[in-house]
């Protein structure tokens, strides 16, 4: 993966980084060659813009290669040698960076902010050597081909390049990533003026070294210069680290220069391999120290963070989570949850271990005492019990625990969660209560429930059976084909179509009314009704739900009363039936034949017999039958002759509901006058 562009310099522009790069790049180069130890015939010890090129392309993208070719061909032109050689020297600083780079990406799991150890050991070793040693090939070979050099001394040049690449990559690169990135740990109080002593004692050390005139100066001071590295490694930050790398690295080459200093009098090729050596060292020693202390601090301010937050979310839930000394039988830890629920601090119950056993419900105490006792012997703990709360309201606590066992078997840490679970009891409470309320129910309506789940195709059927007095409910599962089979052969396709028109959506209720096989045998008649009750995505029906009421009794009565209908309908006697205002309610067809009267032109009206001047009304008001013979007109104006049979019916109540007359065809009568027109009878 490509780098976070996590610094300021690299969310800059394109155009801006890669001038950047050109202009730094080209004073550093300019800078180092302007300070070489000519005097002592030896190169510059280090190649500090490797560092410079390399932090670059790993802040700012690879992207930036160009600027490394065009600043090493301006500082190449700059000093004199051909555009040729500066293009090839270019090329090579350039390739070098892009190898290092990639090195970095891909095989070494950079991390660029160095919190690692082996960051530090990627970055100063594993990815400069590849390409310095690319650099020193194309930049020796092309100071030979344009005589800067003999074939004698290509070995020793090479060296000395690919060396001096990769001390100025340990040397630079380290120091421009942590100073151009933001600080991962803030600076403890006081700091700075450690981080200044350091540096000062750093200096002093080195001095002590370089100015060494004795063999034991030089070792003393070998050893103090080693105790500060150490020090400064693991007591400051990257920066302040970085930072001191300098410091030895620069008074050594100026001490060098001068002739002093443990490596004076050496060769100059000696001479330039023990800078190189030296520098290495010191500068990888005290950034991978750092880059550990780093490491470890991080991991603690990480573990501290996490306990931090830990302890919030456990002080967040509604359960008491808790730690138990087995030793001391003293609570360790207790979450805030305690508080809440007795108004107390949870520390209160770490330190006085009595005062939960106080909070118990006195019914309970002995049984969760004895559950508690139990812990300490390795066994896993699931009780409930109950406590008073800081209200005094009584709540009920479901506590479960575990052992902690050494590798003997010793109890060496309890760990346990007290949970409330008063509305899982309050809700157990109402959940029974509606189910004693269900069965009552469906004893008392004699209704059953059942559901169908489409995907199962299985039928649940539940019903209320008495049960010594009360109601209990009874179960039933049946597959659909089984259900269907002991369905009457006469409803069965019916009833099915039914079923499956609701589920399909053709109708939204279901309804039907069917026969179904007892278990002892007989034919019984049942109405059933429901609906689709949860649908997929697409709509599909999943479950339907509904009822079911045994209606035989009333089905056998509705058969009998279609018999009776069917035998009044067809007798040839005219019947008919009146409300307890005398207004007509039905009639028979014989009725209809007789007088010539269709229900619909009669229905509402008062016959002549049942008009409130007559005997026959005032005998039926009295509560008495009334029979006799009556003149009656037809429709056609005719009159004949009936004998009539009227009867008063009550209610529940006792009070007149509606009366019932049965008439019979006697002859034909001549048209009575207007005087007889109110209905012309003989009671008797």
């Given at each position: ?7 300021a ?7 801006a980084?890669l001038l ?16 070489e130890?000519e005097?002592?015939g030896?190169s510059?010890?280090f ?10 392309l790993?802040l ?14 301006a ?7 051909p555009?040729w ?6 090329a ?7 190898m290092?780079v990639?090195?970095?990406r891909?095989?070494a799991?950079?991390d660029?902010?160095?919190s ?9 070793f ?11 090939v194309?930049g020796?070979?092309?100071l030979y ?22 001390v100025?990559?340990?040397i630079?690169?380290p ?8 600080l991962?740990?803030r600076?403890?109080?006081?700091y700075?003026?450690e981080a200044?002593l350091?540096?000062?004692?750093l ?10 005139d004795?063999a034991?100066e ?7 210069l ?10 400051l ?16 080459s ?10 004076a009098?050496?060769g100059p ?5 023990e ?9 990888t020693?005290?950034l ?5 202390s780093?490491?470890?601090?991080v991991?603690?301010?990480d ?10 979310v ?7 989570i ?9 609570f360790?830890?207790?979450s805030g ?13 770490c330190?006085?271990?009595e ?10 105490r002995a049984?969760?005492?004895?559950a508690?006792?139990?812990q300490?012997?390795?066994?896993g703990v699931?009780h409930?019990f109950r406590?008073?709360d ?8 479901h ?6 066992l ?22 157990a409470?109402?959940l ?16 059953g ?7 199962q ?11 010594d007095?009360?109601?209990?409910l ?16 006469e409803?069965?396709t019916?009833?099915?179509q039914?079923?499956l ?5 053709r109708?939204s ?10 278990r002892?045998?007989?034919w019984?008649?049942?109405?059933g009704?429901?609906?689709?009750v949860?649908?997929?995505?697409e709509?599909k ?15 056998q ?8 209908s069917l035998?009044?309908?067809?007798t040839p006697?005219?019947v008919?039936?009146?409300?307890a205002?005398?207004?007509?309610d039905y ?7 007789i ?12 016959p ?15 509560g ?5 013979e ?9 009159a ?8 008063p019916?009550?209610?529940a109540?006792?009070?007149l509901?509606?009366?019932v007359?049965?008439g019979q065809?006697?002859?034909e ?8 027109d109110?209905?012309?009878s003989a009671?008797?």
């Open positions: 993966m490509p780098f976070p562009p996590a610094s310099f690299g969310r800059l522009p394109l155009p980084r950047l790069t050109f202009l730094a790049y080209l004073a550093v180069a300019q800078l180092t060659l302007a300070v130890t005097a002592l030896i510059a010890p190649w500090p813009p490797t560092g410079l090129a390399l932090a670059a790993v700012g993208r690879s992207i930036l290669w160009p600027a490394v070719l065009l600043a090493t061909l500082s190449a032109l700059i000093s004199g040698f555009l050689v500066g293009l090839v020297m270019g090579g600083n350039a390739l070098s960076a892009l290092s990639f090195i970095l891909r095989l799991d950079f660029t902010t160095l690692r150890p082996r960051d530090v050991i990627s970055l100063c594993v990815a400069p050597a590849p390409g310095a040693a690319l650099s020193a194309t020796v070979a092309a081909f344009s005589g800067h050099g003999t074939v004698q001394e290509l070995g020793g040049a090479w060296r000395g390049w690919w060396v001096g690449d990769m100025g990559a340990e630079l690169a120091l421009l990533l942590v100073w151009l990135q933001p991962v740990l600076p403890r109080p006081g700075r003026w200044l350091a540096l000062i004692g200096t002093l050390a080195s001095l002590w070294l370089f100015a060494a004795s034991a030089v070792a003393y001071g070998g050893l103090a080693l105790l500060m590295v150490i020090w400064i490694g693991l007591r930050q990257l920066r302040a680290v970085s930072a001191a790398a300098l410091i030895p690295a620069a008074l050594a100026l001490f060098v220069a001068a002739g002093r200093g443990p490596f009098g050496h090729d000696l001479l330039l391999v800078l190189q050596v030296f520098m290495a060292a010191v500068t020693t005290l991978a120290l750092a880059a550990a780093r490491q470890r601090r991991a603690e301010r573990r501290s963070l996490m306990a931090a937050r830990l302890e919030q456990l002080d967040s839930l509604d359960d008491v808790w730690t138990l000394d087995p030793v001391s039988r003293q360790t830890f207790m949850a305690m508080t809440r629920l007795f108004g107390r601090p949870a520390a209160d119950f330190t006085h271990p005062l939960w056993v106080q909070q118990l419900h006195p019914d309970d049984a969760a005492l004895a508690f006792e139990r300490f012997l390795g066994e699931e409930e406590v008073i800081k209200e005094g309201a009584v709540r009920w606590m506590v479960q625990s575990h052992a902690a050494d590798g003997e078997g010793r109890v060496v840490r309890l760990d346990g969660i007290t949970r409330d679970v008063t509305r899982l009891h309050q809700a409470e109402r029974v209560a509606s189910e004693e309320r269900l069965r009552r129910a469906l004893g008392a309506s004699e209704v429930v059942w559901d169908w789940s489409v995907g195709s299985s039928l649940n059927f539940v019903m209320a059976v008495p049960d007095g009360n109601y209990g009874e179960e039933h599962h049946l597959g659909l084909a089984e259900w269907e089979a002991h369905l009457h052969e409803d069965r019916r009833v099915m039914a079923l028109d609701c589920r399909d959506g109708s209720r279901f309804r039907c009314e069917y026969r179904m096989r007892t002892q045998g007989h019984r008649w049942f109405r009704e429901g609906q689709v949860r649908r997929d995505g709509g029906a999943l479950a339907l739900s509904g009822t079911f009421r045994d209606v035989h009794e009333r089905k009565a509705e058969l009998e009363l279609d018999k009776l035998a009044v309908e067809q006697t005219a008919f039936i009146a409300d205002e005398g207004r007509l009639c028979n067809q014989a009725y209809s034949d007088t010539g009267y269709l229900l619909e032109e009669r229905l509402g009206q008062v002549d017999l049942l008009r409130a001047d007559g005997d026959c009304w005032r005998t039926l008001q009295s008495e039958a009334w029979r006799g009556a003149i009656e007109r037809r429709q056609d104006g005719s004949f002759v009936s004998l009539q049979s009227i009867a019916m009550r209610d109540n006792g009070r509901s509606y009366f007359g049965v065809y006697l002859r009568a001549p048209v009575p006058s207007v005087a007889g109110q209905g012309q009671a008797s």
